[in-house]
């Protein structure tokens, strides 16, 4: 039973450009969110997807969007970089549309460095 | 929104001795999740726990919703348990998501 994958596991981009990191959820699970965790912090919570639609979305700019597809694997976009969007990106997956008792599972993460 | 603060923020343990985190949180909650960040950045769970006591291994955890608070023990602790524990939460709210909240984690060094 493959857990949650992430691509790539690395990225080192520059300012102002665009950057694309992937996701696909635990078997059997159909809700992806995303987390961004700067150095030292814990993680903080960007957006979720269900259904192929952002359900709840946290307190990051419309710089970062995403989409999810109908495998259910998902994408996180982020425009414009800036320096301060450096941080681990961590992909998170439930069941049942992420009912108030389900467990999330979180994947490796994907590490971006923005110069 | 819910508001997570756990402590110590930091522990310097020798081996084979126990621990206790503490995670404090502002509001009633429907989850709460103890999480495992290894070096590598990877989140492991350790318990879904919204209330009560559960065991696994050398670890255990205890969450007294009442009084909005979790305890995560650590017994005969070794160099690997070595990491960042995190104590995350979310209140279920109008169909609107199971987003996670995290606390600022206590960061766990054993030494051998």
């Known amino acids: 039973d493959a857990g949650v994958t992430q691509s790539p596991t690395h990225l080192i981009k520059t300012r102002g450009q665009q950057v694309t990191l992937r996701c696909s959820p635990k078997?059997?699970?159909?809700?992806v969110s995303w987390y961004q965790q700067a150095l030292g912090q814990g993680p903080q919570f960007i957006f979720q997807?269900?259904?192929?639609?952002?359900?709840q979305r946290g307190n990051f700019p419309d710089r970062f969007s995403g989409h999810q597809f109908p495998n259910y694997s998902s994408e996180l976009n982020v425009n414009a970089l800036l320096l301060g969007d450096s941080a681990l990106y961590l992909c998170?997956?439930?069941?049942?549309?992420?009912?108030?008792?389900?467990?999330?599972?979180f994947g490796p993460g994907t590490r971006l460095t923005v110069l | 929104g819910i508001q997570v603060e756990q402590s110590p923020p930091d522990l310097i343990l020798q081996e084979g001795a126990n621990s206790t985190l503490r995670c404090n949180f502002s509001?009633?909650?429907?989850?709460l999740q103890w999480f495992h960040q290894n070096p590598w950045g990877q989140l492991i769970n350790l318990f879904y726990?919204?209330?009560g006591t559960k065991q696994n291994g050398r670890l255990s955890a205890t969450t007294v919703a009442t009084e909005r608070y979790s305890l995560l023990y650590i017994s005969s602790s070794q160099t690997t348990d070595s990491g960042v524990y995190f104590c995350?939460?979310?209140?279920?709210?109008?169909?609107?998501?199971?987003?996670?909240?995290f606390g600022g984690g206590t960061r766990l060094m054993v030494k051998p």
């Open positions: 998170a997956s439930s069941s049942a549309g992420g009912g108030r008792t389900d467990t999330q599972y």
């Open positions: 078997s059997g699970h159909d809700t």
């Open positions: 997807y269900y259904e192929e639609e952002e359900r």
């Open positions: 509001d009633s909650v429907n989850n």
């Open positions: 726990i919204p209330s």
């Open positions: 995350a939460v979310f209140f279920w709210w109008n169909n609107a998501g199971n987003m996670l909240t």
